[in-house]
């Protein structure tokens, strides 16, 4: 091409645009309906916002992790596979190694599922969830910033599963993957064996995912249905038992699943340090996790005993959390707890009954100890 051709081209091409209208006519319309996550800034005497378990792990755990974390070489990607860490999962659920699939924090593995497991049904524009509300946000967060649609059903008046209402979700919504927490967040409660059973028997064209993130703080778990439905999978972390700065999330399923969900993971999405140290966690600090939940589980009896005496509703909690009806909308006790340094979830912007409840975590005592002195100033 001549160079006066050249000059021409460039002189009636389109001229550039400006940063906004680039992005306006490049980012997915379902952006604008969703808000990133930015954790509330600040100091606070206790934090109870974030579901993270109790400062409790020994001198002598911390020097093993320390000790484990470091990579045979710096300058070495990380076991891509993550072989290791996957034995040790496997060990612990009663699972084979290629029925494993590992992610930075369950957030990850739930991207995953949804990037390999979003074709359309036959006749739908978009591919569609089925999921409770409230529950878990990433299941909604995730999926609309991939062009998911999502059905969220209410739980019922006890926070437990509406069967009814589900399988008429799923019936008109035919979704891909139907997302149930149990224990669930932010409710804390388990979700009842027979309903459970009912919407499984009710999405034989979809995934059922089980999210036991607080497994660990709860009677009994779900991961036996697995055995008995091909379609259920599996998801759990480190993150709820005192391991959150490992990011570390698995999900259980089906050889054939995790062969194929596999495909869409990124290589390396998983550091050499979070591998070696959670295959510790997993294969030597039993004992430590123990101790952690045992504390949660009795402080949160008795935390639960003092809200109530003070004239909250506290919903039946089997994770390291309690759901906490307030006296007068959640916003103001929220807004007035933060400003005296104890800092919890506020759940009102939900609005209808979500506007008069609180999320707490469970903390060390002094910390649980403040947040009930502080409530019994408000009331």
Excluded at 18 to 33: I, M, N
Excluded at 109 to 134: D, M
Excluded at 216 to 239: E, H, K, M, Q
Aim: glycine share 6%; with cysteine.
């Amino acid at each position: 091409m001549r160079r006066d051709d050249t000059a021409r081209l460039l002189d009636e091409a389109t001229p550039p645009q400006d940063g906004a209208a680039l992005l306006a006519a490049l980012l997915r319309p379902e952006l604008a309906e969703l808000r990133a996550y930015v954790p509330e800034a600040g100091r606070f005497d206790a934090r109870l916002d974030a579901n993270e378990a109790p400062d409790m792990l020994s001198q002598a755990a911390q020097r093993r992790l320390a000790e484990a974390m470091a990579p045979r070489g710096w300058q070495r990607y990380p076991d891509a596979r993550a072989l290791e860490l996957r034995a040790a999962i496997a060990e612990r659920c009663g699972a084979t190694v290629d029925e494993v699939l590992v992610g930075c924090g369950s957030d990850d593995v739930i991207t995953l599922l949804l990037a390999a497991l979003g074709r359309p049904r036959e006749g739908a524009a978009a591919a569609t969830i089925v999921t409770t509300s409230p529950s878990f946000v990433m299941y909604r967060t995730s999926a609309r910033a991939r062009g998911f649609e999502v059905i969220e059903v209410p739980l019922d008046e006890d926070w437990d599963l509406d069967v009814a209402a589900l399988r008429r979700a799923i019936a008109v919504g035919r979704p891909n993957i139907v997302f149930i927490a149990t224990p669930n967040n932010p409710t804390g409660g388990v979700m009842s064996e027979a309903r459970l059973d009912a919407v499984i028997a009710a999405a034989p064209n979809a995934l059922v995912v089980l999210d036991e993130a607080y497994v660990d703080y709860a009677p009994r778990s779900a991961i036996a249905l697995r055995r008995r439905y091909p379609n259920v999978a599996v998801l759990r972390t480190l993150s709820k038992v005192g391991f959150a700065a490992l990011r570390v999330g698995w999900l259980i399923g089906s050889a054939a699943l995790v062969r194929e969900v596999d495909k869409a993971r990124p290589p390396f999405n998983l550091p050499a340090p979070s591998q070696r140290a959670a295959t510790v966690v997993l294969r030597e600090l039993g004992e430590e996790v123990a101790r952690v939940v045992d504390f949660v589980a009795g402080e949160r009896t008795r935390v639960a005993a003092e809200l109530v005496a003070l004239g909250l509703d506290v919903a039946p909690s089997a994770a390291n959390f309690l759901w906490v009806g307030t006296w007068r909308p959640a916003a103001e006790v929220h807004r007035a707890l933060a400003d005296r340094g104890v800092l919890v979830r506020s759940f009102h912007a939900g609005g209808g009954r979500l506007a008069n409840r609180l999320r707490i975590s469970l903390g060390l005592r002094a910390e649980n100890d403040r947040l009930l002195a502080e409530m019994a100033r408000l009331r």
